[in-house]
């Protein structure tokens, strides 16, 4: 089986997962598809997610990919069934990943409004944790000024402070970054949030039950980087896009901390091997 890790979220938000991996396994080869031409998925309606999902993973399926990695809560949430049935490769997903690894009282979630109103992450978590109080606040307005790209600016610092209102009157202990775009804001949510109060990004997870799978399937895991060719994770990595690519490389230098080669696929041809 191919040791090649496919990843797909709308657009940039995935990078923060693809990072992760990269930190984590710097010796995989990843392909990492962002679906820019449909960008934002969190409010799209549950029909039209599936339906792009089921294309998305088929078209990573036919570029080989060993395992999937669902880089995005909000299709997580939605088509992980979907997923499933189209990739022929196992799938891990950033939701059922970190509700395993959760250990928290009461748990309060910022997700997309489609993430949120899905009630995955409360089922999930339950799953696991069956008396766990969940509280799922969804926050429009994070992915669009996030991108806008000043992370202190006072429309974000005053939207973070009203999403988190509900969260911190529940007395929850831990807040789950539930969409891929919010590890961008864990300085800001830090300085607002009491000490005591524990940010988890799902991404940690998803990574972590990877190690196995890379093994399985003959990929380098952590920590065995002895007598092996020197190559960066940017040259080990094929970004791909849906819409522009100048305009994703553009955006994906602060997200990865180097400027991806990005190329523009049809989602509806197979594309070529990686």
Known sequence: MSALVGLFDSGLGGLTVLRRLQERYPHSSCLYLGDTARVPYGQRSVADIRSI?????????????????????????????????????????????????????????????A???SGAYRRAIHACRPHTSVLEVGCPTFVPLIEAGDLQSPALIGEAKAYLEPLLAAGVDTVV?????????????TALLPPHVRLVDPAESAVRRLGPLLASMGGMPEGELAAVEVVTPAERTRVCVSGSAEAFADGASRWLGYRPAVERVDLRSMGRAF
């Not at 036919?62 to 499933?84: E, F, I, K, P, Y």
């Open 115 to 117: 993430t949120a109103a």
């Open 53 to 113: 999902a089921a294309e998305v993973v088929g078209w990573l399926r036919h570029q080989q990919v060993g395992v999937l990695v669902m880089a995005c809560n909000t299709s997580n949430a939605l088509a992980l069934d979907v997923a499933v049935a189209e990739a022929g490769v196992p799938v891990v997903g950033l939701i059922d990943s970190v509700a395993a690894d959760l250990n928290s009282e009461c748990v309060g979630v910022l997700a997309t409004p």
């Open 177 to 189: 970054l539930g969409c891929t775009h919010y590890p961008m804001l864990r300085p800001l949510l």
